[in-house]
T-cell receptor, first 114, second 116 residues
Framework: AQSVTQPDIHITVSEGASLELRCNYSYGATPYLFWYVQSPGQGLQLLLKYFSGDTLVQGIKGFEAEFKRSQSSFNLRKPSVHWSDAAEYFCAVGAVGGADGLTFGKGTHLIIQP | NAGVTQTPKFQVLKTGQSMTLQCAQDMNHNSMYWYRQDPGMGLRLIYYSASEGTTDKGEVPNGYNVSRLNKREFSLRLESAAPSQTSVYFC???????????????FGPGTRLTVT
């Protein structure tokens, strides 16, 4: 079965600084990878996804993520964060034929300092 | 196009009471899911339905039942609520079909349930 680890429970970044959120997955084949964002009191919104092809994927709100097979990682990045990026971020992995859908990490809470 | 809708948004129950959380999607998706979200635990799958007429247990099914009423609707029932079921419940849907690669899930706004 697949699994996801987000090593950082909380991250604090100054507004305007760059951001990297870590995600490591465990899966025996090529995974399907996703990043979601959850603003306070809201549901989850898809930021970006990786299925195959170019290992650097672009998403909404200026986010990007890079798939590194050798490191089993799919880290999320943003060059310059805005106060509105403060939220909970979830990495998820899916399997081929996985009827039970995606496996989510426990999330990283992003705090933006003025 | 409303996406995934959930009712109610908030609910307070006493221990032992029952209730049904409703979920509907208008995207003609095959698969639907119920998750619970607790602090520090991420999202945990309660039940899922890979197609109309089928349901299966997820990671934490105890104390819950589900019904896939039709392709649009997937309800979650708590027969006898317990304080341990205090949580935020999310419904999601996906184009996922058995044997295919994984598809993204679309989430509803959630139901915040408190059991006293």
């Amino acid at each position: 079965a697949q699994s996801v680890t987000q090593p950082d429970i909380h991250i604090t970044v100054s507004e305007g600084a760059s951001l990297e959120l870590r995600c490591n997955y465990s899966y025996g084949a090529t995974p399907y990878l996703f990043w979601y964002v959850q603003s306070p009191g809201q549901g989850l919104q898809l930021l970006l996804k990786y299925f195959s092809g170019d290992t650097l994927v672009q998403g909404i709100k200026g986010f990007e993520a890079e798939f590194k097979r050798s490191q089993s990682s799919f880290n999320l990045r943003k060059p310059s964060v805005h106060w509105s990026d403060a939220a909970e971020y979830f990495c998820a992995v899916g399997a081929v034929g996985g009827a039970d859908g995606l496996t989510f990490g426990k999330g990283t809470h992003l705090i933006i300092q003025p | 196009n409303a996406g995934v809708t959930q009712t109610p948004k908030f609910q307070v129950l006493k221990t032992g009471q029952s209730m049904t959380l409703q979920c509907a999607q208008d995207m003609n998706h095959n698969s639907m899911y119920w998750y619970r979200q607790d602090p520090g635990m991420g999202l945990r799958l309660i039940y899922y339905s890979a197609s109309e007429g089928t349901t299966d247990k997820g990671e934490v099914p105890n104390g819950y039942n589900v019904s896939r009423l039709n392709k649009r609707e997937f309800s979650l029932r708590l027969e006898s609520a317990a304080p341990s079921q205090t949580s935020v419940y999310f419904c999601a849907s996906s184009e996922q079909s058995p044997g295919q690669g994984a598809h993204e899930q679309y989430f509803g706004p959630g139901t915040r349930l408190t059991v006293t």
